[in-house]
Structure formats: C-alpha cells, structure tokens
C-alpha cells in the first residue's frame, strides 16, 4: 500500500473510533484497523448508560461534551441514542443526604439536576418498591445507547458521511516507527502507514507491547450482567441507579457527608466483595438489564479472572432487584461478563512511543461516558491544534 493516513486507530471500540471521529472532523485522513468481525469488548458489553452526574469534576465536564457529541450524530443520523434521563434512587437518609449534597455540587457546576419526592419517584418509575424508595435525583440531559448496535451504526455513519476506512478481521501484529511515520503490520504481512498512530485495543495492547503492558499499573475489571425476556406492556425511562450506586459512583466522593457514611458500611459484606450495584436499563425490546459486580486483577494476571459466570452474584442481584423494582418478570433470557481496564493510580493509560504512537486505553467504566469528549481533547494535543 503506497497510500499514507494522518492517523491510524488499532481497536475499534468506542474509545478508539472517538479518536478516528475528531481527527475525521478536523479534515485528516484515518483508517481503524480491528481484529474482529466487530468490536467484542468492553464497548458492547455494558448497559449502555451515558452518565456524567457519576463522575469526578473533570470527567463530567468530559461527559457533558460526549453528550453534546452524541447527541449531534444522532440529530445526522440514528446511532441509537435516546435522551431519557437518568435517576439515583435513594433507600435511606443517609442516601438521600448524598443526593440531596450532589445536587447542590451540579448547581454550582451548571449541570441540571432535580431532586425527585418519594412520591414523584413512584409516579414516575413504574413498580418502584414504596418501602424501597426515598427519594430520588433526577438528570434529564443524559442519554442511553444500545451497545450492542451502536458503535456499529457510528461505524456506519463515520465511513458514509466522513471518509473513515475502516478496515475489520486485521490483526495487527507490530507497529514501529519509520521514515519519520508510524507503520502497523498486520498478520498478513500488509503495512499501513500514517504520520501518527493510537492504539485503543483495550488490554490487547499486550500483544504489541508486553513490556509495557506487565510493567503498567493497569488492572482489568470483570463485570457480570443479566437481560430479563421482554417486558409486556411495561416500560422503564431512562438509566434507573440505586442505593449501591450512590455509594459507589465518585461523583459522591465529593459530597461532604460521603466519608463519613461509607465509614459505617460492614466491609465484609457480599456487595463489597464482590462490587456490586444494582443498575436498571430497559433495551429496545422491552428486556431489562440488571448488574452489575466488579471483580479485579493487575493485568498481567487477567486470567486469574477465570471464563466462568458465579451464579452466587447473579443470585444475589436479582435478589437486590427484586427489592427495589417490581418487574412483570424476572426471567433470564442472557447472562454475560465483560471486562475492561482501568489504571490504579491515573484516570487513564497514556504511554508515547518516540513521538508518533501513542497507547491508550485503560479508560474503565469510564469509556461509554467520556471516551467522545475526552478524545476531541486528545486529538488536539496529540496533533497540536
């Protein structure tokens, strides 16, 4: 191949097709090279929930942009974005004490919240347990995906109307730096060229760079989830957080009140083991997706993370769904786990090699949320523009 790109993206998840998409605005050439058919990882494999009322200051000003992004393409074309708000639902006083700090904290940050009643929430949220619910938090800007088709669709969108190449079932297997460029090589022996390079494979970076990868702080998280059969004549707005959540979600950690209440929680208990929060999103269908758990390793020992489903967590979410929402059926028609990366120490795994490739991955639960502003951003710095 004698033609060269401006940019070339190995992995075409989400976090790696945002960096095709800015540098695409910004006029340049840009091909992703993806190993798969399609993307299988983390992208797909999530509730599909944009929400940046769960995050820390600087990526809820990361997330707030993703909105704006997502909801430009989906005014161009449809990639399954819905505008339906997301809610935290409160169990207790101490819970809706958090809600009620957050609430005041997104004022000052001009993000638009509205602190629900108890009765509000029932009204809204059909089959939401009375003894259950205290109150709620309301954030209407944010939006929900359908994972499994939407990257797809924003693959669709960004080849017809922006000019990526999107090159799928191409395994790349080293890159290096020539002639002042980057060239990937593929399994093949194909070389594709370019002047700068991202590689956003996830934890599949390994595979070029091993070193790097065993050496990083990275830690790579499995989430078990559930999809119910459809719902009959039943519907559930938007992303549905609860009390776990609320405990969890670091947007709260800057809440006055959050130290000293997660400072009582029993730290043997099922939920901290095993990370979990219980998370409702109704799929177009009609199915809800409950979750999820979170079970870590360092990176080099992903493995250690095993292949297998443990029913004794699915159990115990639905279980915990059970108390809070009154589905018309709790049967399982899917179970699945994903895994993503994340860093122990940084919000995020940025490594240079020489000056025109670059690693980046480790985004954790962050990616679906923040990977379309954080990457307009990075482009800009990795370009200088």
């Given at each position: 191949?004698?033609?060269k ?13 945002f960096?095709a998409?800015?540098?695409?605005q ?5 091909a992703?090279?993806e190993?798969?058919?399609?993307p299988?990882g983390?992208?797909v ?10 995050m ?7 997330g707030?942009?993703?909105?704006k992004?997502?909801?430009d393409?989906?005014?161009?074309f449809?990639?399954s974005?819905r505008?339906?708000g ?13 809600i009620?700090?957050?609430h005041?904290?997104?004022s000052?940050n001009?993000?638009?919240?509205h ?11 059909s089959g ?8 709620g ?5 944010e ?5 499994a088709t ?8 960004m080849?017809?109307n922006?000019?990526l ?6 395994t ?7 002639n002042g460029g980057v060239?990937a090589?593929?399994?093949?022996g194909?070389?594709?060229?370019a002047?700068k ?6 934890s ?6 091993p ?10 998280s ?5 999809q119910t059969?459809?719902q009959h004549?039943y ?7 609860t009390g776990?959540?609320?405990r969890r979600?670091e ?6 009140s959050?130290?000293a209440i997660?400072?009582?929680e029993?730290?043997d208990s099922?939920?901290?083991k ?5 998370l ?13 758990s ?5 990176a ?16 115990f979410?639905i ?8 589905l018309?059926?709790?049967e399982?028609q899917?179970?699945w786990?994903?895994?993503y ?6 919000d995020i795994?940025e ?14 639960g962050?990616g679906?949320?923040?990977?379309a502003g954080f990457?307009?951003?990075n ?7």
């Open positions: 191949m004698d033609k790109y401006d940019l070339i993206v190995i992995g075409g998840g989400v976090l790696g097709t960096h998409y800015h540098a695409l910004k006029g340049m050439s840009v992703i090279l190993k798969n058919s399609k299988e983390a992208t494999r999530n509730f599909g929930q944009v929400v940046p009322s769960g820390d200051r600087k990526w809820q000003n990361f707030k942009e993703s909105l992004i997502y909801k393409i989906q005014s161009q449809d990639i974005i505008q339906n997301t809610v935290y639902l409160a169990s207790n006083e101490e819970e809706m004490q958090l009620e700090e957050l005041q904290i997104n000052s001009d993000y638009e919240s602190l629900l009643t108890k009765e509000q929430c029932l009204v809204k949220y939401l347990l009375s003894d259950y619910c205290t109150g938090l309301f954030f209407p800007q939006v929900t995906v359908e994972p939407m990257i797809h669709k924003l693959h669709q969108f080849t017809a922006l000019g190449d999107l090159v799928m079932t191409t790349v297997v080293n890159t290096e730096s020539r060239v090589t593929t399994s093949t194909k070389e594709y060229k002047s390079m991202i590689i956003c494979n996830g599949d970076f390994k595979i070029l760079y070193e790097i990868y065993n050496n990083s702080d990275l830690v790579v499995k989430l078990q989830m559930l059969k459809p004549n519907k559930l707005e938007g992303s549905i957080l776990l959540t609320i979600y947007s709260f950690e800057e809440c006055k959050y130290a997660k400072s009582k029993n730290q099922f939920e901290k095993y990370g979990v929060h219980i409702f999103k109704q799929a177009l269908d009609g199915s809800v997706i409950l979750g999820d979170h079970e870590y390793a360092l080099k020992d992903i493995d250690s993370l095993g292949f297998d489903l443990n029913m004794d967590i699915d159990n979410m279980e915990e769904a059970k108390k809070i929402i009154d018309p059926t709790y399982i899917n179970r786990f994903g895994l990366s994340q860093c122990k120490t940084k795994f490594h240079t090699i020489g000056e025109n490739i670059h690693i980046i991955t480790g985004i954790g962050k679906m949320t923040g990977s990457a307009k951003h482009i800009d710095k990795i370009f200088n523009v």
